[in-house]
């Protein structure tokens, strides 16, 4: 097993740009647990954004029945073009951003650049009103922060906007936290690795759009209670009244709903308008 304290390839070979946002893992402990997170089966065509110098993508690719690598950097892509002699292996080179998702793929396992997590996350699952339905299983690891806004339920601290939007569109799981020192080079904040599954939500809104605007007028500042946030959308007074009607403090917060109560609330609130025109 490598030595957790060093990198597997020489910085003097290949070095990690931080214009990309690269971080290489080199913890084989973290590597195994993305790999059993991903409940792997032979049939899988694996989506895998940022390969880097093929660590995790070694370790892939025995268990699946293809894997799609797409990596921005030109230097690794051709590092990677020849030591992934795999028949199972494809290569593309490019930003995920801006090519369209392989058709294939039916899962996504990466460690991704941490400066555009929201923007794949966003290709990989759609929005509220356009939600993407290719994948059954999406394994990532991302920032701490970014992991428990992912898998954090309403009243706690890091639920927020994302939160709910996310949940919205998939259910999500925390799988473990990975200290910085799994990476060469260390990043200044520690990891975690999140398994996402996407679904149709239980509780869909008849507004996708505007539950959507609701989310990121509510959640706009965070300590105000919401008859003061969505103030621009509803009067407060029938803000008061709704959220009484259907059991909810006058004095709630957005972190304090869940998703089926945004839903509700959102529901509500265009009942409440189509009324009042």
């Known amino acids: 097993m490598p030595n957790p304290e060093t990198p597997i390839y020489s910085p003097s070979k290949i070095r990690p740009r931080k214009q990309f946002g690269q971080h290489w893992l080199r913890s084989d402990d973290v590597l195994n ?44 892509c051709e590092k990677l073009r020849k030591t992934m002699t795999q028949k199972n292996f494809q290569l593309i080179e490019g930003s995920i951003l801006d090519i369209p998702l392989p058709a294939e793929t039916n899962k996504v396992i990466a460690n991704i650049p941490y400066n555009i997590t929201g923007e794949i996350l966003k290709k990989l699952l ?51 936290d990975v200290p910085a020192t799994a990476f060469y080079p260390p990043p200044k904040v520690n990891s975690a690795v999140v398994r996402i599954i996407p679904r149709p939500t239980p509780t869909p809104a008849s507004n996708p759009k505007f539950l959507d605007r ?34 909810i403090n006058a004095q709630v917060r957005a972190e304090d709903l869940d998703v089926a109560q945004w839903v509700a609330l959102s529901e509500a609130v265009i009942k409440s308008k189509s009324l009042n025109d």
Do not use: W
Not at 50 to 56: A, D, E, F, S, V
Not at 134 to 144: A, C, G, T
Not at 225 to 231: D, E, F, S, T, V
């Open 33 to 76: 647990k993305i790999l059993r997170a991903g409940q792997l089966q032979p049939s899988d065509r694996i989506l895998e954004i940022g390969p880097g110098t093929g660590n995790l993508t070694r370790l892939l690719l025995p268990f699946v029945e293809s894997l799609t690598a797409v990596e921005i950097d030109r230097d690794l």
């Open 126 to 176: 759609g929005t509220l009103s356009e939600p993407v339905h290719q994948f059954e299983q999406i394994v990532l690891l991302v920032q701490k922060e970014i992991g428990d806004r992912l898998a954090a339920k309403a009243g706690h601290k890091a639920y927020n906007a994302l939160s709910v939007k996310i949940q919205y569109l998939a259910e999500c799981q925390f799988i473990c």
């Open 214 to 247: 609701l989310l990121t007028l509510g959640f706009a500042t965070k300590r105000k209670m919401l008859r003061n946030n969505l103030i621009s959308e509803i009067d407060r007074d029938l803000l008061v009244l709704i959220l009484e009607n259907m059991g």
